[in-house]
């Protein structure tokens, strides 16, 4: 059964990079089958999600974010990364990270969801 | 920006019905899923592509999706369903895929 565990560092200055690891274990993070992605959950925005990646390095960004966020992969560690810079105290929040599964095309819409999330990771920002 | 509006509560007896509902305008070209979030833990998937439970989650959770609206039904609510519920879906606004969240329902089972 996969496994995943997002860590961080807990409290950042806001300006600064937030940078955040997830580890998977129980199952291949170079499967063909599925993504790894990043959400988050504040008291005011709930849940959104943040952006998902191949283990190629493929990946998708949520609009409203993609200008400050990288994302990569490491496979041999069977790790993934999120940087969020520039952060503000909007940026306070629960980050998950989860494996997503692809739906069938539907009406010519791609969909990805997530079938297993990790533990959540409490990140302040905060001078 | 695309939204997926949710009620933000719903109560229901132990053992009777209850249907949270989920409205946005892309609902009738693209699949919705639904989560359970329990009190400090992460979301649990338990409805995928409209009406699909996933292995372990309880016959009683059903899902459907028709025209501008998304319903999960919970029939004969027990009280370990009290949680908040979250709907998902594709937002076909922007060129670039972008997924969002409904905004939860807080369901009371008493």
């Known amino acids: 059964q996969v496994q995943l565990q997002a860590s961080g560092p807990g409290l950042v200055k806001p300006s600064e990079t937030l940078s955040l690891t997830c580890t998977v274990s129980g199952g291949l993070i170079t499967s063909s089958s599925y993504f790894w992605g990043w959400i988050r959950q504040t008291p005011g925005k709930g849940l959104e999600w943040i952006g998902s990646i191949y283990y190629s390095g493929s990946a998708y960004h949520n609009p409203s974010l993609k200008s400050r966020i990288t994302m990569s992969v490491d496979t041999s560690q069977t790790q993934f990364f999120l940087e969020l810079r520039s952060v503000t105290a909007a940026d306070t929040a629960v980050y998950y990270c989860?494996?997503?599964?692809?739906?069938?095309?539907?009406?010519?819409?791609?969909?990805?969801?997530?079938?297993?999330w990790g533990r959540g990771t409490t990140v302040i920002v905060s001078s | 920006s695309y939204e997926l509006t949710q009620p933000p509560s719903v109560s229901v007896s132990p053992g009777h019905t209850a249907r949270i509902s989920c409205s946005g305008d892309a609902l009738p070209k693209t699949f919705a899923y639904w989560y359970q979030q329990k009190s400090g833990q992460a979301p649990v998937l338990v409805i995928y592509?409209?009406?699909k439970r996933p292995s372990g989650i309880p016959e009683r959770f059903s899902g459907s999706n028709s025209g501008t609206m998304a319903t999960l039904t919970i029939s004969g609510a027990q009280v370990e369903d009290e949680a908040d519920y979250y709907c998902?879906?594709?937002?076909?606004?922007?060129?670039?895929?972008?997924?969002?969240f409904g905004g939860g329902t807080k369901l009371t089972v008493l």
């Open positions: 592509e409209d009406n």
């Open positions: 989860a494996r997503l599964e692809a739906s069938p095309f539907h009406f010519g819409v791609l969909a990805y969801y997530m079938d297993v």
């Open positions: 998902y879906s594709t937002d076909t606004s922007v060129e670039l895929l972008n997924w969002v």
